[in-house]
């Protein structure tokens, strides 16, 4: 039987706890993300999802090496870039598998037994808190690479401080108007530069072991678009202006690829250029600007990388 609850007694109803606004990334969208539940711009709950963790060989030479990059693929993004080259994991259209701080140790463990030079965390930056705690209990044995599209605040980056030994982040656009119209933020070359003096302050110049692996430092990538190659030199301005030679080494990729399904789908008709590989002539443009530039430490791809045949599987490979 129920006894009445004396007059002095209040009662309140329950509630759930309201979830905190996430504003980690640089667009500070202020959305409830949870553990669980997706939410914000880059479609993603709190805990990790994973579409692919394995070894990859289409690195930069000084990454892959021999035995492979341990690549860890997650899903979601911050960006809303137009010709994203990795679409079904960036936009969730693939959501990929949610993962526990024990179940994502128990990957990178994997990953470590196939004797893999590093670990690869790529698009990982909507995840930090839970990475970071992972690799705070972990202390992996071989470098942690960090493999971002560079459009992260310094207060992100600085809770893998001590934890990620080389940084490899996207320097998209010098540009900022090209990047309001093809990645939806305004900003984008100030955030990347702040970003990365903040990943040199940690790293200090590049290092590189005996047989040519990157163990520590910086390396840039900038992916030169067809059409668009000003940019491509407003950004080798950019780096050049901040960056003293030998301090980050540059790795130039011309791999760009018209993503058919992304055409067929008309989301490019604004940009008819991004509808076809780089020419010759607009390549050579960029080889001159660089040859004739500072920059002496770094990679330049060929022109036949740029193939679909480059963009990985993502169907939950190395995640059971």
Not at 134 to 140: G, H, N, S, T, Y
Not at 204 to 217: F, I, K, N, R, T
Not at 259 to 275: C, F, M, N, R, T
Request: glycine fraction near 8%; charge should be negative.
């Amino acid at each position: 039987m129920w006894a009445d609850a004396p007059e002095t007694c209040t009662s309140s109803p329950v509630r759930e706890a309201v979830p905190e606004a996430c504003r980690l990334c640089p667009r500070a969208c202020g959305a409830p993300r949870t553990e669980e539940k997706a939410a914000g711009f880059c479609r993603s709950p709190l805990k990790p999802r994973l579409a692919r963790a394995a070894a990859h060989f289409g690195e930069e030479p000084c990454i892959s090496g021999t035995r492979g990059s341990g690549t860890l693929f997650f899903t979601g993004c911050h960006l809303a870039c137009v010709f994203c080259q990795n679409h079904e994991i960036s936009r969730c259209e693939v959501p990929g598998q949610a993962v526990s701080d024990d179940e994502l140790r128990r990957i990178i463990d994997r990953l470590l037994e196939q004797g893999v030079h590093n670990l690869n965390f790529v698009s990982a930056s909507h995840f930090i808190p839970a990475v970071a705690r992972v690799l705070k209990a972990v202390r992996p044995p071989v470098p942690v690479v960090w493999n971002s599209s560079g459009y992260e605040t310094v207060g992100q980056l600085r809770q893998l401080e001590g934890l990620v030994q080389v940084y490899l982040p996207d320097f998209k656009y010098g540009d900022e108007a090209l990047g309001r119209r093809l990645s939806g933020v305004a900003d984008y070359p100030a955030v990347a530069l702040a970003a990365l003096q903040e990943m040199l302050r940690q790293r200090g110049p590049y290092q590189m072991d005996a047989d040519g692996l990157l163990q520590s430092g910086v390396m840039v990538r900038h992916l030169v678009l067809p059409g668009f190659i000003d940019n491509t030199l407003d950004v080798l301005d950019l780096l050049r202006e901040h960056f003293a030679p030998g301090t980050l080494l540059l790795s130039l990729l011309n791999q760009y690829t018209p993503i058919a399904v992304l055409a067929d789908s008309g989301q490019l008709d604004e940009y008819p250029s991004l509808k076809r590989r780089l020419t010759p002539e607009e390549w050579q443009r960029v080889w001159d600007y660089l040859r004739y530039s500072d920059w002496e430490d770094g990679y330049v791809q060929d022109l036949s990388s740029a193939t679909e045949e480059m963009i990985p599987a993502f169907d939950g490979t190395g995640l059971a």
